[in-house]
């Protein structure tokens, strides 16, 4: 967990300590279903722009990822630092060449 998260889960949880101090659990029962639908619609988001960069990808390489090595690493590439693509790719590149040697 970054910083950052930490700080908005103490926050939050302070948030809820005074709510509860205030006899006001019924904010904190609106709360919950708000973010959920919140996180949900995140995730929405999120996965049509993982769906739109992978589209993007395929054209720009002029193949489908799933006929390289390693696609599930590339197709979960937003689960990784950035540098892995990179290297995923490199070594792609490394075999079809080698396999392309072979071939002839």
Request: hydrophobic share 40%; aromatic share 14%; proline share 2%.
């Amino acid at each position: 967990m970054n910083k950052r998260m930490a700080t908005d889960f103490r926050e939050l949880f302070r948030w809820v300590d005074n709510e509860f101090a205030l006899n006001r659990t019924d904010t904190i029962c609106d709360f919950f279903p708000f973010h959920a639908e919140q996180m949900i619609e995140a995730n929405k988001r999120k996965n049509e722009e993982v769906k739109g960069f992978l589209k993007w990808f395929e054209h720009e390489i002029g193949a489908e990822i799933d006929a390289h090595a390693n696609k599930t690493a590339v197709k979960k590439y937003h689960e990784h630092s950035f540098n892995q693509l990179p290297k995923i790719l490199t070594k792609n590149i490394s075999n079809r060449l080698d396999s392309f040697a072979y071939l002839h």
